[in-house]
């Protein structure tokens, strides 16, 4: 790629990104996208829907003011505000944008010139057909030693990383450890989830568990329930809950033609039937059903419970020492937020979870491997010459200049864009099969299954690939890897800078921009019309598929510190822009429904560790290259070093974010003793943990009587 | 190696233990030698040392009565006698004959007969000269369909091997427990070490503890002591503790002639002088130093003591729940038996045990390599054809039957164990350095690095460099691993059988007549004259070098069991032996100075299923070299059958090796209760754990005033 292609590339990016800016900037001002731009402040009431309290909405000028907003939240404020989850997502940003102003600094002012000096790759051509190559450690002569410098930048940086990353960790935690602090009495702070329950024949569960924990725990046990296996409830349950909605809808507008349907084939033939009376004699059936299941689930025990306990402490010592004699049987673990369980899971036998495992994890890798073929596709639109001897007919049309610039710069990267939007999902479906027992468990499971394929089908097939798909095979040889990454890594610096410029920049401007609920917005007011729903809910941001986007990111920003530092200022300008509009949406339009405690840190930590180590085997292999053999044995410590580092971190932060000292749980317990609504919260908590599916069902419209009978109270 | 030296070898070896064997039935009878066959009955006062009261002592017929009298004895008898870990150790031995029962008559008289039959090798010469590779897998015709009943024989070995580990795992957990259940109050359950106390500047150590535990565990703390550096203090005590042994022994002979020595160099030159009164000299400055020392310590505090509590569930809710919000402070394990303590490590700060951690780690390493070159010399040796053309002028010598088959079958062994016997005592030394704080530990840390270590010095150093030493480089090429070891592995079959005829045969012979301690006796009784010591201590068996010895013969049943069946008789008479030998030792010989309650199983679970795991890797080399590519194929599965049976096993048993469940806890404390003594031992607990060396000293006989003054009681 020369200098002119990824100059052309920057100004459609930046021009993309302008006019998401100006559209946000008016659109957002409408009152009818409120939904759209600040459906966090609708759900919490702080603005209404449809609110017309707005005199300048259709001048784009005043855009700094969210971007002010944005920036002014104090830390608090917005850790009060959006939880320590949201919090530990922002410092990936604040950490990126710390290191890499570091790198940058010592990049431009000091690698690239040194780079650009050399005449390795004898690239004569005028500034603006230089290639890029040219700005890359390619370029550095062979021996030269100016690549000691390069050696110390290695140094230097990685200690900086590693600086920056204890005190990362050790801000989150105590962060961590502050909230708990500062948090109410919750449900799942007193509860553990047991497994494994041995229940001998002709008694039950319900009665076992009451009797060891009564004998065990005699001080501490305060309540439990017994899981039941009511997967073919909750679907009826799910089904009634819709009909009731789509009824609701229709009672509400009233308008007589829509009202009658022909009950046949797509609703096209058969007789004319009132909608209505159909609907409510399905919703009548199903409530039968729904009655028929909840009597009959007595029966239906799984050997799992919600144990809860009277204090946080005594929850602890449950779950933290082994219960029975069998370590298979009273298995412990601590159970998430009430509504974060992942329910469906439950009704599944041990064996049916084990397989599920083996499946989920088979299925993830057979993922990972046909993956490549899209992938390989696009890698062959980016090397031209490959295209033209492919089909010589488009010659001329591959020539042309502006087809041959948005070819290399734009094109290839839209496509992989689109086979890669679709694995998150992929990826939280095969998490659920994983036998979790809750949401942010599985989102926290597929968080790491998405960052490896991120590496390995991005960062790997594109290094490898591009230079030659047999490569693949280095990986059963371990010897060869530093020598293979270091031929192939430079060589895709181009490509890697284009994908920053182009995938980040864009993505970010469209994050902001929320194209697709806009239009899901306005197909709705358009379709179904404004229906001013009373539970309207603030969407989550999907953590999953956001983490490993930025870290990878991240992960290019190490890599290529030291092979081609031009790569650092496009960088900083993603995390930069990034930064500012994830604070702003984080604060406007998502809302968690489940924290974890800011558990996604130690992946975030990990994962930069091995970029690190990525990139000293890469610098390892490029002083071999570049025949300076001593200072590729004088790298060999730097990885040494960083692994231990991590080993410190790991044992001094890891165990916090696991579980809660019994320091803090003591004293959270004594704070509470003064407390004078415990006893409410106690009541609650041997509610808590009973099945949504078995409870009454209630709708939240106050209006409307509920159709369901109440199946037992 | 031909059938005609295996024979040799193995006549001189049946005759080595027909001479051990009698020696020791005459030898055992003699009252002198009741401290070396019998040192535990006389410890226990079960027998007097030089008891005059046997008849039939020359008499070598009545050899059978101690043969009897070791299997005759109960489990139960056996584990009440001698412990867990005796019971354990033996219970290697029953699982060995277990399996190789089976696997030998599916060897013998399956899978020997299918070897003969083939021609591949083309071995017409008589039966007498015929090489021992005509019994094994490599003399099956290439592509035959006989080799499909290997591969079912190494699917049922497998299957029965794994069905016996799980019944043998569950009946020793079943022992631990039990014997957990029956075991009297002991210090150790009750209490736990805590280190890295965070003791902030103008405060001691002690308040802190005593102000933590009774702020946090104020129901269940019962007393602490800090621990103190005491490294100089414990060399003085040593010190004064010999001297004052050898002046006892001096005064009791009273014979003037020794009494007298000159005081120059080595005792030659310089005036005469009084021993007597030199060593009192001596000892009464040391026991001014030890005066001074003491008193001094009290400000030598280490962040780290031994807390006890009242229970044994509020000793493990400590050691189970992370204290302090810092996870590297108040870090807990649990307390090692009081005379299992290894204080000396305890004087050294944080960052010298990392060191030395390190430093044990790369000499572990770095043994392991230079230990290559005695092992390739005693290689050279069995190949007599490479020594012939190094050393030509031998080849007369070298071409006499009787020399050859010496050298082949017996000379080589001798000199590999020589080497092989230095090894269990440097590993204990390098455990020592890994910051363990128990002698059990270290031991068990010894074991496991004596068992790697003889795998790679005595398996793949013989069966690798035996074909060529340069193969080593194969563990950097994993997909070339099986089939190398296919190629290497059946050639030194006959290597392996000699090793178990010879060294494992004479080596359990030689257990049972303890040359070493006899020869130390006689020359006690010589030199030294018949102390009649009262505080004589039976010695405590080697687990560290006996497991692993024993185990890797475990290992070579079942890699050969496939390859060469014909190694299975020799290993089954090994055991046999082995079995009723180590019985007897076990009751009579040795005494455990502390117990890990049977925590060596797992690691015997774990080795054996590394030994079916490389087993399964070489069948799968073997079927790929006979050209039976599917069967090479459908043995894939059988290595990951195998290690998920290993997961089960891990995730069924191990816990009850690592800690006591609370159930058994709980019920034990609740014994306790009414236990009438416990006032007493909670008295006893207070100073259970505190260091020898700054105790008051006392010593056993009682006859003698002690000549140390105590400095502080």
């Not at 076992?208 to 017994?226: A, D, L, R």
């Not at 004319?272 to 007595?298: F, P």
């Not at 059963?476 to 890594?489: G, I, N, S, T, Y």
């Amino acid at each position: 790629m020369i200098l002119a292609a990824l100059l052309t590339s920057v100004v459609i990016n930046l021009g993309l990104c302008f006019i998401f800016f100006t559209l946000y900037s008016v659109l957002r001002k409408q009152p009818g996208n409120i939904t759209v731009y600040a459906p966090r402040l609708v759900s919490e009431g702080k603005r209404q829907e449809g609110d017309q309290f707005n005199l300048e909405r259709l001048l784009p000028a005043t855009t700094a003011g969210w971007v002010r907003k944005a920036w002014e939240t104090s830390e608090e404020e917005f850790l009060s505000t959006a939880g320590l989850d949201a919090f530990v997502f922002m410092r990936i940003f604040v950490f990126s944008l710390k290191i890499f102003t570091f790198g940058g600094i010592v990049g431009l002012l000091i690698l690239l010139p040194i780079n650009c000096t050399g005449s390795q790759l004898h690239d004569d051509s005028d500034f603006q057909n230089k290639s890029l190559d040219s700005f890359s450690i390619s370029n550095v002569n062979n021996g030269s030693n100016r690549l000691w410098i390069h050696f110390c930048a290695a140094y230097v940086f990685t200690g900086v990383v590693c600086i920056l990353l204890y005190d990362e960790y050790e801000h989150i935690s105590s962060k961590r450890i502050a909230c708990f602090y500062s948090s109410k009495p919750e449900p799942h702070h007193f509860t553990i989830l047991v497994r494994g329950i041995p229940v001998p024949h002709g008694s039950t569960c319900n009665d076992i568990v009451e009797h060891f924990f009564q004998e065990y725990h005699p001080s501490t046990y305060h309540s439990h329930s017994v899981v039941r296996r009511s997967s073919k409830l909750q679907i009826l349950v799910t089904d009634a809950e819709r009909l009731y909605k789509r009824l609701t809808q229709l009672k509400d507008k009233d308008n007589a033609p829509q009202r009658h349907r022909r009950d046949g084939c797509l609703g096209l033939f058969g007789h004319k039937v009132d909608i209505l009376d159909h609907y409510e004699k399905t919703l009548g059936d199903i409530a039968d059903n729904v009655r028929m299941e909840q009597s009959s689930l007595a029966g239906k025990e799984i050997p799992a419970a919600f144990v809860s306990f009277k204090s946080r402490f005594g929850a602890a010592i449950a779950l933290n020492i082994q219960e029975g004699v069998n370590p298979t049987d009273w298995s412990t673990e601590q159970a998430p937020e009430p509504h974060d369980v992942y329910w469906p899971f439950f009704s599944v036998t041990f064996i049916r979870r084990w397989i599920s495992k083996l499946v989920a994890y088979v299925a993830c890798n057979i993922l990972t491997i046909l993956f490549l073929i899209p992938v390989a596709l696009v890698q062959g639109l980016i090397h031209l010459d490959q295209l033209e001897t492919m089909f010589p007919s488009l010659r001329c049309i591959l020539r042309m200049a502006v087809v041959s610039q948005v070819i290399t710069g734009y094109f290839p990267i839209l496509i992989l864009q689109m086979f890669l939007s679709a694995v998150p999902p992929i990826m939280i479906m095969l998490s659920s099969l994983q036998g979790y027992i809750s949401w942010s468990q599985i989102q926290k499971s597929a968080c790491s299954k998405v960052l490896w394929f991120t590496i390995w089908n991005i960062f790997f097939t594109n290094v490898l690939s591009g230079s030659a798909l047999y490569r693949l095979t280095i990986f059963l040889e371990p010897k060869e890897f530093p020598r293979v990454l270091a031929e192939a890594v430079p060589a895709q610096a181009s490509f890697f800078i284009a994908y920053v410029v182009t995938f980040g920049w864009t993505n970010i401007a469209s994050e902001l921009f929320q194209l697709i609920p806009l239009l899901y917005n306005y197909i709705n007011i358009i379709f179904v019309g404004d229906s001013d729903d009373d539970d309207f809910e603030a969407p989550s941001i999907q953590y999953h598929s956001e983490i490993p986007r930025i870290l990878f990111f991240g992960l290019l920003g190490v890599i290529y510190f030291i092979l081609a530092p031009l790569i650092l200022p496009f960088l900083l300008v993603y995390f930069c822009l990034g930064y500012i509009i994830y604070r702003n949406q984080l604060l406007n339009v998502y809302m968690a429904k489940y924290q974890t405690g800011g558990e996604f840190w130690p992946t975030v930590h990990n994962y930069t560790i091995f970029s690190l180590v990525l990139m000293h085997i890469i610098v390892i292999g490029i002083f071999g290259l570049k025949k300076l053999p001593i200072a590729s044995a004088l790298t060999l410590p730097l990885p040494i070093l960083t692994l231990l580092f991590n080993e410190y971190c790991q044992k001094r932060f890891f165990p916090i974010f696991k579980a809660y000292p019994a320091e803090c749980l003591i004293k959270k317990d004594r704070q509470d003793q003064n407390e004078p609504n415990m006893p409410e919260f106690y009541d609650k908590l041997v509610k808590a943990y009973n099945d949504p599916a078995l409870m009454p069902i209630k709708y939240s419209g106050g209006s409307h009587k509920p159709l369901l009978p109440c199946a037992d109270v």
